[in-house]
Every structure is written in structure tokens, then in C-alpha cells.
């Protein structure tokens, strides 16, 4: 079994500062992470994916992710927030054991990020 | 611009009303899906075709019926739906039979609303 944890709802950030969207993991084999962004009356985007053995993984507009496997972690970053990344935010896992619909994607409940100007 | 295109965007029917929402790719993917989401909640998987076959159905009740005709199209029939089906619906695709790691592409959805 798979479930992924998204513990805020909401995160406001300063234009400019750093921005941090938590994500947890529990998968029974490997992990395999991924988030995804979605804007208002849109579908949902890919941002990054995790690659086994790189702990610091970088996507698209800017974003990293760092994994922890010791704290089955998979937090989004950005160094400097800008208004246009204000949004809905939802970290996936699945992994490589399960099977059936147990082994299709599980999201997160999302985290709205809001960068104020 | 997205490479999954759904249409119609917006569709408005009656509980008696017969639609359907439709899908394309043309990205070679051979695993195609439909989620249904309400605001500000997760995508719900409702079916998942692989190589133009379903092969997961997650319980998903028969006034929603899926149709894959080839492998870049994929077609959501509606029947006697219920207010409680409306919500946005998405498609998405991926590359199929590759491991885990790949994404999915998702389409930008149609948002729908049952009188």
C-alpha cells in the first residue's frame, strides 16, 4: 500500500523569499515521487520527478525537490517566490510492488501556495 | 499549451441528457486515464487504458462509460447523471509498459455541471 501526506493546506510566502511545500511518503517498495502544480480552470502540470539516487532533484520554472529517504520525505523548493507561482500543489507517489489500482498514482490532498507581492 | 487536449471545456446537462467528453494525444502514449476532481480536492482515478484495453475500473457506476477507439483518442460516454457528478474531469496519458517513473500528461479538463 501506498499514501502520500501533504500536512498544510496552505502556505503564503513574500515575493523574493525561499518557498518550502511539504510532502511524506509510505510505499511498501521503491518510491517513485512526483509533483504537480495546477492553476485555476486548469489541468494539472508536471513539474519534477524523483530519480533514484539523486537527492536533490531539479524541475521545471525553477523548482527543486529534495528527497530524504530516512525521513521518506519529498519536499518542493524554490529559492526566491514569485507571484505567478501562487497555486495548488499536489505531490504522487506510487511505487513498484503493488499491484492492480494499487499501483496507479496516489496524490496528496494538495497545498494552495499563495505568494504575496 | 497543454499536449493532452479534452473538449469540450464546459458542458451543462440535464439529469436525462446523453453527452460525452472526449480526449486526445499524440504523444505515442499508450496508457490513457480518467480522473475526476472537485475544487481544491485530488484527482479520483475512475479508469486507466492500457494498450486500448480498460484495465482498471475503479468502481466507477455504468452511467459513465469509457471508450478507447485507438490508441490517441479516449471518449467518456455520460448518461442519467447525478448533481453529485458534477466536478471537472481529466484525462490524462503516459508512456505505458516503462516502469513506474513516468509522469502522466494531463489535459486541462471539462468542467462539468448536472441541473
Known amino acids: 500500500a501506498q499514501s502520500v501526506a501533504q500536512p498544510e493546506d496552505q502556505v503564503n510566502v513574500a515575493e523574493g523569499n525561499p518557498l518550502t511545500v511539504k510532502c511524506t511518503y509510505s510505499v511498501s517498495g521503491n518510491p517513485y515521487l512526483f509533483w504537480y502544480v495546477q492553476y485555476p480552470n486548469r489541468g494539472l502540470q508536471f513539474l519534477l520527478k524523483y530519480i533514484t539516487g539523486d537527492n536533490l532533484v531539479k524541475g521545471s520554472y525553477g523548482f527543486e525537490a529534495e528527497f530524504n529517504k530516512s525521513q521518506t520525505s519529498f519536499h518542493l523548493k524554490k529559492p526566491s517566490a514569485l507571484v505567478s507561482d501562487s497555486a495548488l500543489y499536489f505531490c504522487a507517489v506510487r511505487d513498484d510492488i503493488s499491484s492492480g489500482s494499487a499501483r496507479q498514482l496516489t496524490f496528496g490532498s494538495g497545498t494552495q501556495l499563495t505568494v504575496l507581492p | 499549451d497543454t499536449e493532452v487536449t479534452q473538449t469540450p471545456k464546459h458542458l451543462v446537462m440535464g439529469m436525462t441528457n446523453k453527452k460525452s467528453l472526449k480526449c486526445e494525444q499524440h504523444m505515442g502514449h499508450r496508457a490513457m486515464y480518467w480522473y475526476k476532481q472537485k475544487a481544491k480536492k485530488p484527482p479520483e482515478l475512475m479508469f486507466v487504458y492500457s494498450y486500448e484495453k480498460l484495465s482498471i475500473n475503479e468502481s466507477v457506476p455504468s452511467r459513465f462509460s469509457p471508450e478507447c477507439p485507438n490508441s490517441s483518442l479516449l471518449n467518456l460516454h455520460l448518461h442519467a447523471l447525478q448533481p453529485e457528478d458534477s466536478a471537472l474531469y481529466l484525462c490524462?496519458?503516459?508512456?505505458?509498459?516503462?516502469?513506474?517513473?513516468?509522469?502522466?500528461?494531463f489535459g486541462d479538463g471539462t468542467r462539468l455541471s448536472i441541473l
Open positions: 490524462a496519458s503516459s508512456q505505458a509498459g516503462q516502469g513506474p517513473n513516468q509522469p502522466q500528461h
